[in-house]
């Protein structure tokens, strides 16, 4: 995040870090080769901590790339699958040969294909939901997400922040407006939505961490 939170201060929580394992710091040097934008190691520890204190028995990813966040979750879970949905063949097809090198491919059923399709068509709940695709759907995605999501569950949603864009609306093209604006507008949702508590956290390129409430609640109520 070079807008928002300063380099600094990044590489500073950066260095705190424990060394990931080494499948993993291949794959971040394929994805930064390739350009594909995998977590950041601090959003990628932020993930693996908070699947250790839910430890859900089912996480939906939507946005899997080559799998760096997909396993960051996957060596936190004591039992329970993931379910990770991926557009593009070629990355769908590297992630596989990824779970399998980091020894997590019997806890991961890796799908692919558009979300926006195969979201509806999921039976199960899921106690934990991680969204990572295209930053301009992010709304569409919490629409279709909502059914499957157990009430109480956790949705994280990274690049919140799209560089800082989102704070300072200094995005440097024309066409990354409506993303923006979108972003935007999806976060100041939750000042007012009453069925999901929502937390920013600036880490990275921006986290949110979205809570289902328990209990539906009435909108004309105040929420516990
Ligand atoms: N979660 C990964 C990074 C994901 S990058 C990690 O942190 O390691 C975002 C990915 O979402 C891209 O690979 C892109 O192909 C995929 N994507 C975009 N739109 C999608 C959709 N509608 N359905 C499924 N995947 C999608
Ligand atoms: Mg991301």
Redesign the pocket.
Known sequence: MKDVLDLELQMFLRNLLPEEHEVLQE?RSY?EEHH????DPE??HLLHILTGLVQPERIL????????????MAQAMEQGRIT?????EE?HTLALDYFKRAGVADKIDAVL??????VPELKQEYDMI?M???KG?YQE?LDIADRILKPGGLLVA?NVLINGWVVNLNYPRHRQKTMVYRMKAFLEQFKENTQYQCSVVPLGDGVALIRKQKQRVDEHKQAD
Do not use: K
Not at 36 to 39: E, T
């Open positions: 794959m994805a594909i934008p995998v977590v959003v990628g990813e939507i946005g899997t790339a080559i799998g760096c966040s997909t396993i960051a990770t949905i991926e557009l593009t990355r294909g558009d979300a926006r399709e195969l991680f990572d695709a295209a759907q995605f990274d």
